[in-house]
């Protein structure tokens, strides 16, 4: 059984369906655009069990309202998180020619404002430190006279929370706000952004339908950068987009050498049926997108270390999440350096926000030591 994002909290309305012959059933419903509402279930007390039942039942009497999306937010949590995903977005309308999220998502839509607060609230009340803002296109966020920005003041008055960060986000709709809230000490929002690049190359990015040129980008990102202190900035890019000559790639690893980024998340084009770009000739063969990837892991990597290397010496904040059998822990820093605690400590760290002393490289890490007395 394969069902669509929009039906499967109606999966067992679905399991009577299935034949005993086995064939495959296929549930494909319209795609609304109106604004959606998630269920708000607790996630780390006796009342998640109690809630999720009632609203299973109500799901079953079919008395869901026809235009809400039901969606959870896909985070497991415990007693002992620390962060977790809050979902106010879904699908896409700026259609670039490899992606098939319009199709299989649906054009964007929003979530309903007062749903998210909600949930907002039930997750600091849970003891969430951490709130990392997603969706498909989170910049595009509107509910009548509610963006973004609106969703960040809000967070931000939530006693209790201690961080917000935003998880990805197209870099033609980043507010210039965030800039100013990122540069206060006092604002929740951390020196963090991860804009998609995909592409250094003019001629590649107008083939994908970007929304943007490479000088554009260029100019957001030192424009962040120069704005926002200890800002970390991490980016997406393609490999092996269809007719991606030699000369097009170069265009991207150059770029990406002079821009202040602290990493990369390096995809080779996959092409998907029912896009533009699954139709184009000049296909990239699969060791080329092979060989193109690893030189841009191999730069990324450099790019973190040089970052990392810039915080060394200083004491910074991490909110401590998990621990290995060994007894050693890992956290995160405000702007997105993970540390490993050089030392075993006796407590249990994890949900606690405390400052470390940057010691010494480790791979992609740093580890940390808390200050003696």
């Avoid at 977005?89 to 404002?113: L, N, V």
Wanted: hydrophobic share 35%; charged share 25%; net charge positive.
């Amino acid at each position: 059984m394969v069902i669509g994002s929009e039906e499967k909290m109606r999966i067992t309305d679905y399991l009577a369906q299935i034949n005993s012959q086995n064939t495959v059933l296929i549930v494909r419903p319209k795609i609304n655009k109106t604004t959606f509402t998630a269920p708000v279930i607790p996630r780390s007390s006796a009342l998640s069990n109690q809630k999720l039942q009632k609203q299973t039942k109500t799901i079953e009497r079919d008395v869901v309202a026809a235009n809400s999306t039901l969606q959870f937010s896909g985070t497991t949590t415990s007693h002992q998180s620390t962060r977790t995903s809050l979902k106010i977005q879904d699908g896409c309308d700026f259609m670039c020619t490899f992606c098939i999220i319009p199709f299989a998502r649906g054009r964007s839509r929003y979530r309903e404002f007062s749903n998210l607060q909600e949930e907002a609230r039930m997750l600091v009340q849970e003891g969430i430190q951490e709130i990392v803002i997603t969706g498909v296109n989170v910049g595009t966020y509107k509910t009548g006279k509610r963006t973004l920005v609106d969703v960040v003041d809000f967070l931000n008055t939530l006693p209790g929370l201690s961080r917000i960060r935003i998880s990805s986000i197209e870099p033609t709709t980043v507010p210039e706000i965030l800039f100013q809230y990122m540069s206060d000490a006092q604002h929740k929002l951390v020196p963090f952004f991860h804009l998609p690049l995909q592409s250094g190359s003019d001629i590649i990015l107008q083939k994908m339908k970007r929304r943007y040129s490479a000088a554009e980008y260029t100019d957001e990102i030192w424009r962040a950068f120069e704005s926002v202190p200890d800002l970390c900035l991490g980016t997406d890019v393609m490999v092996g987009f269809p007719e991606e000559s030699e000369t097009e790639f170069k265009s991207t690893l150059n770029l990406l050498k002079k821009l202040p980024l602290a990493y990369f998340h390096v995809f080779p084009f996959s092409a998907r049926n029912g896009t533009p770009a699954f139709k184009m000739k000049e296909q990239v063969p699969p060791i080329v997108k092979q060989q193109r990837g690893e030189k841009l892991r191999l730069l990324s990597t450099k790019k973190r270390r040089v970052f990392h290397q810039k915080f060394l010496g200083q004491s910074r904040e991490v909110l401590w999440e998990s621990m290995k059998p060994d007894g050693t822990i890992s956290g995160y820093t405000d702007n997105y350096i993970r540390v490993v605690l050089n030392e075993l400590y006796n407590s249990d760290l994890r949900n606690q926000l405390l400052p470390v002393q940057l010691k010494e490289l480790k791979g992609q890490t740093i580890l940390g030591k808390f200050e003696s007395g």
